[in-house]
């Protein structure tokens, strides 16, 4: 089992930058394909983006592509998010979530999640 915990959310200009962080307990982090996802209010849960247990392996939404890029560090256990180009409609708690399947744009393929954290993206 893994337990995840996001950082780095906060409030941000259009066009700004913001790199979230998501930190995984145990040792066998290595094993784990990790996801991001987003649920702004009112709307579902969506995917952003996904990796595999190596760092060739990598997924993203539409929306995202080109703008967003997903990345893993497994000596330190942490995934992260590096957002640019921001947008209003990027506005969400952004998650992020592990497997030890592989990655996918699928939020039930994610046993574990973090807590959260708040993007916001101001016009």
């Known amino acids: 089992q893994v337990q995840l915990v996001e950082s780095g959310g906060g409030l941000v200009q259009a066009g700004g930058s913001l790199r979230l962080s998501c930190a995984a307990s145990g040792r066998t982090f290595a094993y784990y394909a990790m996801g991001w996802f987003r649920q702004a209010p009112g709307k579902e849960r969506e995917f952003v983006a996904a990796i595999g247990r190596s760092t060739s392996i990598t997924y993203y939404a539409d929306s995202v592509k080109g703008r967003f890029t997903i990345s893993r560090d497994n000596a330190k256990n942490t995934v992260f998010l590096q957002m640019n180009s921001l947008k209003p409609e990027d506005t969400a708690v952004y998650y992020c979530?592990?497997?030890?399947?592989?990655?996918?744009?699928?939020?039930?393929?994610?046993?574990?999640w973090g807590q959260g954290t708040q993007v916001t993206v101001s016009s």
């Open positions: 979530a592990g497997s030890l399947s592989y990655p996918q744009a699928q939020s039930t393929g994610y046993p574990y």
